[in-house]
């Protein structure tokens, strides 16, 4: 039997197979129970499987590498566009064929083991750190309708109540003190749990050369680094340049254009690859300049028109290379690249904009990332 590309539509316990020949044509579908699917790859010539990143996908295709076989994962929100007529499992699998056709379609890679277990410990701590924020709303919205104002921050905030639960005559009404107090002590334990699940993000970045190498850029923390880390396995390479990793990483602008009127908004995470906080790693260059005292200037404020008054700006904008920028050398993305036109333009000791560069090497490969720069007064 020739070499034949084959689709599987994932699900729990039915896989939809659609096989294709070398012309892209369908030439068999089959519907295979989990252990049919299993042994339906045995003694066949398997040139490529395309399957959807979605859920257990990475596990297949783990479990089809040690086979041999090469694994293409396609976004699932491009999987759709290809889908003819109705929407059933044969459909889904044969546009998976015509997904796997285009090459703008960036495949996503198969994670290992230990990845997905890293990214695993974010995702329960996001859980965990959303169940205590509604745990403490919850408190202080009981607290405002009984007259009582709760001051700001989470930490601040829970000792306050705390000790109002604890003062017999607080306006709270008996009935309600014992549950509230089983709130306080359910926060306390999210945080000891969230604690200890840091602590092993510690153990395991002190393990990681990529995160060690990370932790050494300013606004990059231990969270981010190991989720970056899990998210890309610790290498940037299968990435064209900086500029396609900044727009992975989600710091390219919303854009509304039609026609001549073209505009770009704030910056927004679309797919959300990393935790939200990672979106915007210079937040904490900005924080660390408040708590030394160090005078602070915020970003300019950008004009809703691509390229406004500056044709580096456009051209940076709208995904092409700025002059002076080169394919290896690190390229910036969206505003970064308006502003670093502007430094290498600007006379020394007059440099006024709020981004300078910082690189990190991951196994050869460069990425800038563009954090503030205080001001020189």
Known sequence: MHATTVAVDLAKSVFQIAVADDKWKVIEQQRLTRSQFERWFQNRDIGLVIMEACGSAHHWGRWLNRLGIPVKLLP?????????????????????????????????????????????LHRIRSRWMATRT????????????????????????????????????????????????????????????????????????????ACTELLTIPGI????????????????????????????????PKEFSSGNSQQAGANIQKRRPLPAHAAHPWRACRAAGRRTGAPRRTTPRRSTHLGHGNPGARASQQGRMCPGQQVGQGLLCGAAGSHALRQSTTAPGKETHPYRLRHCRLKGETVFFPTPRLRRD
């Open 76 to 120: 699932a929100a491009y999987i759709r566009a290809y889908v003819k007529r109705n929407k059933t499992d044969a459909a889904d699998a044969c546009a998976l064929l015509e997904a796997a056709r285009c090459a703008d379609i960036v495949p996503v890679q198969v994670k290992s083991l230990e990845q997905q277990a890293l990214q695993g």
């Open 221 to 252: 923390g231990l969270l981010t680094a190991t989720a970056l880390v899990a998210a890309t396995g610790g290498s940037v390479a299968h990435f064209k340049d900086a500029r396609h990793f900044a727009s992975w990483f989600g710091l390219t």
């Open 134 to 209: 509604s745990r403490i709303n919850t408190l202080r919205g009981f607290c405002r309708e009984f007259g009582l104002v709760v001051p700001l921050g989470a930490r601040t905030g829970v000792e306050a109540m705390s000790r109002t639960l604890a003062d017999p005559e607080s306006a709270i009404p008996l009935l309600i003190r014992e549950s509230m107090r089983l709130l306080i002590e359910e926060i306390r334990l999210l945080e000891l749990r969230i604690s200890r699940l840091e602590d092993e993000l510690t153990a395991v970045a002190r393990q990681s050369p």
